[in-house]
């Protein structure tokens, strides 16, 4: 089964007060048709802009290299009516639901805007509008079609968003922390309607998160993501209890755990680099890193094959076992 | 006091208004080139307002009819206007009723509009409700209406029109300062005043108004071009300050004749002061009122 | 609250506005010390017949109250009360004016809304030379006042290049046309620029906004962006600037007119207050302030219908 969507050797540089800023480097990944891959990293590590370039959103005057192919197109260079038909292809949903909804226009209106201007007949996108509301859980989905997006709430705005992104029947969704900005209640509630959609309709996802555990929980396979490159790449069952890099180690390690006790916080030291702060000649975690090693500042490690996964460490076979897990 | 004591208080006081002195100087630099030169063109338009009639070369209000229009010449760097007077020294001369009447309105407007902001945000509530609605109705007057009306009852003149003017200024003021008001009222430190016993007016006095100062400013420097604008327009009318006098809204109305004419200077120069000032006034007050709300 | 609710609050706002505005113009009558009488006369001396025609006109034996009302009543039917310098009624003076300041602030209210928003737009949207230069001559601009506008197109197109006429009203439509251009150009420059510099920067945080994004992402041709995204969201600032802009030149059409010689309200009006004649005075500011506002109260409506999210009291000023 081929992929859906291939990324390889992306690299992104964006505009910064007359030169050129690296963002995203050599970034390569994978989604099978159906396949949910978590993108974890936190701030400055380039997760949201991999899937902006892979929407091709990327802001004016940004470059980008390598290549995206999405079933045998390349995403990157297309014609304008090759580009529409993608859009169609492949959505997008937002952190702030909110922010990306046109205050002025009506749920309905905003809903069926992609279909509308593909030609489909107003009353039938309301229809599917409606019935796609009721299948993201919203009750009264007639009336709520009526309403403007400052009279619902938070969560009821992002089923919205996910319901419209649906609308064009799309292969793969891209979504970009849909649940942070929303309360921990709705965000289960959210992250259970994505998970139970995408599984009845056979859509790829491509899952941005900050939250490491979110990710493996939803995702089949989990990529992290450190100052613009890719760290490691595995399957989410086994990223926990065999971490292959030692920043994946640390995130997990860091994230506070309900069940225990701890004297201190495990924070990792120093702050996460953007790809541009980064060194260009050697790995980009190993300041912060426990186990680095002499080798690790000499050369910028590839990305390499281990037990299934994907690891740009260079001790990572010698380190298997014994990088930390939380429960250890 | 003794000696000693009075003389280091003075001393101190010294060095203190040589450090609010230098602390404006480093503001201005920080507004930038076009704030910098805004500052010297007011500065200079302040200097010939106070010292202008003693500046002038010429007499200003001596008309030679036979003279009328003649151009640049000898000492007359601008010409003769249509009565045959200097122009140059008109200009000089004009500058005080061209600025201090602004002066008052922004006096004015500012001292009522900041009076009733600070009071609408200290009492919140019916009275905060009802002045804004009060003031909100007020705004129906368009200030050179109001000026018109005033000049007609009472005579034209410069203290008419300014204080039509002024009455026509402050719901504007109230409005934008009001919100700065109610943010400072918001404030811990008022809180804390209010709970150590300091009564209203003099929190509102002593620290909101203060507080505040850097907008005040900002708006006081901004409404003092379009004061400005309205007051030499009331005085082209003819309602403002009267001829013979000299004012740069007067003269550009007495030598509108020159322009049909083909003598375009007198009154064209006279219109140029007025711009420059103005311009300088709006982008120094504009750049005041960026740094002012910036934090 | 809801629409319905705001719009019926904002016209009794209106109201009280307008209320409040006629007892000033009123009250001025008033103000000076002395009767009355002697305000409406202006200070002129007048036989006991005019004088006795002007008490019981004016009612002047009531009281302050029942004067206004009987003002204000009077008003209301379309009597203002006879200019005492042209002893004629001052509606008829005033119907034979009207036309040319109307006129006047149509055509700077076109030129505002066409070369303002149209120059606004095309800036916002196409960085580079035109954007440049719209922002360096807005600059210039925003700062002339009109009278001195007036002078500078006078003395340019006028004189030196013969273009136009300078002073004076048309004698038909063409002419009338011709004569009224430079006035309307010096009325609209000033706000011109403001209206050109809002839109431009409306447009320009609109087209950054997220939800354009949201909008791009589906695929949406970028034309009807433009159309129901970007410019409906900008519509709401610029029609309250451009509503709030040309509510203002009401007061400085006055100025406008004056420059050009032209025979309008706001001429008569200026006229009028140097010959202290108060019942032309009242009448015509009356009406010039009813029209600012109502200008503005429709400012807000149209604020009320652009933006759903609007509520509790705001306006658009």
């Known amino acids: ?328 | 006091m003794t000696a000693i004591a009075l003389r280091r208080h003075r001393s101190t006081k010294l060095r203190h208004s040589f450090a609010v002195l230098r602390r404006s100087f480093a503001l201005l630099r920080q507004t930038g080139p076009a704030g910098i030169v805004s500052a010297a063109v007011v500065a200079v338009a302040t200097f010939v307002a106070i010292f202008g009639p003693w500046l002038a070369p010429y007499n200003t209000e001596l008309p030679d009819t036979q003279l009328a229009f003649v151009g640049p010449f000898g000492g007359h760097l601008l010409g003769l206007d249509f009565e045959g007077r200097d122009v140059l020294s008109r200009l000089l001369a004009g500058a005080q009723s061209s600025m201090v009447g602004p002066l008052a309105v922004v006096v004015i407007s500012l001292g009522l509009g900041v009076a009733l902001a600070v009071t609408t945000a200290w009492r919140r509530g019916f009275t905060d409700a009802s002045i804004s609605a009060g003031l909100d109705i007020l705004f129906a007057f368009p200030g050179i209406l109001l000026a018109v009306l005033a000049t007609a009852v009472f005579g034209p003149g410069l203290v008419a029109a300014s204080i039509a003017l002024s009455i026509s200024y402050v719901p504007y003021v109230a409005r934008v300062l009001r919100g700065a008001a109610l943010k400072e009222r918001g404030q811990p430190y008022v809180a804390a005043l209010e709970v150590q016993g300091a009564s209203g007016p003099s929190i509102c006095l002593r620290h909101i108004v203060p507080n505040m100062m850097p907008l005040i400013v900002a708006q006081a420097t901004i409404m003092f071009g379009w004061a400005m604008v309205d007051l030499a327009a009331i005085s082209f009318l003819g309602l403002g300050v009267q001829a013979p006098a000299p004012n740069w809204g007067v003269m550009i109305s007495e030598n509108e004749v020159g322009v049909l004419q083909g003598y375009p200077l007198p009154c064209l120069a006279a219109g140029a002061c007025v711009v420059l000032v103005v311009i300088a006034f709006n982008i120094l007050g504009e750049r005041l009122f960026e740094r002012a709300t910036a934090r | 609250m809801s629409r319905r609710r705001f719009l019926i609050r904002r016209f009794i706002m209106l109201l009280c506005s307008l209320l409040v505005a006629s007892f000033v113009i009123f009250g001025s009558l008033y103000v000076e010390a002395g009767s009355p009488l002697a305000a409406l006369t202006g200070g002129r001396a007048l036989p006991p017949s005019s004088i006795a025609v002007l008490d019981a006109r004016y009612h002047l034996n009531e009281s302050f109250i029942q004067q206004y009302w009987y003002w204000l009543s009077n008003a209301l039917h379309g009597n203002l009360g006879i200019s005492i310098e042209w002893r004629e009624n001052v509606t008829t003076l005033m119907g034979n004016l009207t036309g040319t300041t109307v006129g006047l602030v149509a055509y700077a209210a076109l030129i505002i809304v066409v070369l303002g928003i149209g120059l606004g737009i095309l800036a916002a949207l196409r960085p580079g030379l035109l954007d440049t230069s719209t922002l360096v001559v807005t600059a210039i601009t925003a700062a002339l006042p009109s009278f001195v506008a007036a002078m500078v197109l006078v003395t340019v197109f006028a004189v030196e290049l013969h273009w136009f006429p300078a002073l004076g009203n048309g004698t038909g439509l063409g002419s009338d046309i011709q004569h009224l251009t430079m006035p309307a150009i010096a009325l609209a420059v000033s706000s011109l620029a403001i209206v050109a510099r809002v839109t431009r920067a409306a447009v320009r945080e609109e087209a950054g906004k997220e939800h354009v994004q949201t909008a791009i992402s589906r695929g949406i041709p970028m034309r009807l962006i433009l159309r129901r995204h970007i410019l409906r969201n900008a519509a709401i600032p610029i029609t309250t600037i451009t509503g709030i802009t040309i509510a203002s030149l009401i007061a400085i059409d006055a100025v406008v007119e004056t420059a050009f010689s032209l025979n309008g309200l706001g001429a008569f009006l200026v006229k009028a207050a140097e010959d202290k004649d108060l019942a032309v005075v009242q009448g015509i500011s009356l009406v010039l302030v009813t029209a600012f506002v109502v200008v503005n109260m429709i400012v807000d409506i149209l604020y009320a219908v652009l933006d759903p999210r609007v509520s509790l009291g705001t306006t658009a000023q």
């Open chain 1, 1 to 328: 089964m081929s992929a859906l969507l291939t990324v390889e050797n992306l690299t992104v540089q964006l505009p910064a007060g007359g030169s050129l800023r690296t963002v995203l480097a050599d970034v390569s990944l994978s989604i099978a048709p159906g396949e949910a891959l978590g993108l974890v990293g936190e701030s400055g590590s380039g997760k949201s802009m991999t899937a902006r370039a892979i929407d091709r959103l990327l802001p004016p005057g940004a470059q980008a290299s390598g290549s995206i192919v999405f079933r045998n197109q390349n995403v990157l260079d297309t014609t304008p009516a090759e580009l529409r038909r993608y859009r169609a292809d492949v959505a997008m949903i937002f952190q702030d639901p909110r922010a990306h909804t046109n205050p002025v226009r009506r749920i309905g209106d905003f809903m069926t805007e992609a279909l509308r201007s593909r030609g489909v007949p107003q009353a039938e996108a309301l229809e599917r509008a409606v019935e796609t509301l009721e299948q993201v859980g919203v009750s009264r989905a007639h009336a709520v079609a009526r309403q403007y997006p400052h009279e619902l709430s938070g969560g009821m705005l992002q089923r919205v968003m996910i319901g419209a992104a649906l609308l064009t029947s799309p292969k793969l969704l891209l979504a970009d922390e849909p649940t942070t900005a929303l309360d921990v209640t709705i965000q289960a509630e959210v992250m259970a309607i994505l998970d139970e959609l995408r599984r009845s309709l056979g859509l790829a996802m491509l899952f941005i998160t900050h939250d490491l555990e979110l990710a493996a929980a939803i995702c089949d396979r989990t990529a992290v993501m450190y100052a613009g490159q890719i760290v490691e790449t595995r399957a989410s069952s086994s990223l926990h209890s065999d971490p292959l890099h030692p920043y994946t180690a640390a995130l997990s390690a860091a994230r506070p755990d309900v069940t225990r006790t701890l004297p201190r916080l495990r924070a990792i030291p120093g702050r996460p680099l953007s790809a541009f702060e980064a060194p260009s000649g050697s790995c980009a975690f190993a300041p912060r890193c426990s186990h680095a090693s002499p080798e690790c500042l000499a050369n910028m490690p590839d990305l390499i094959s281990l037990d299934g996964g994907m690891t740009r460490c260079v001790r990572a076979a010698e380190l298997r076992g014994q990088l930390e897990a939380p429960d250890a």
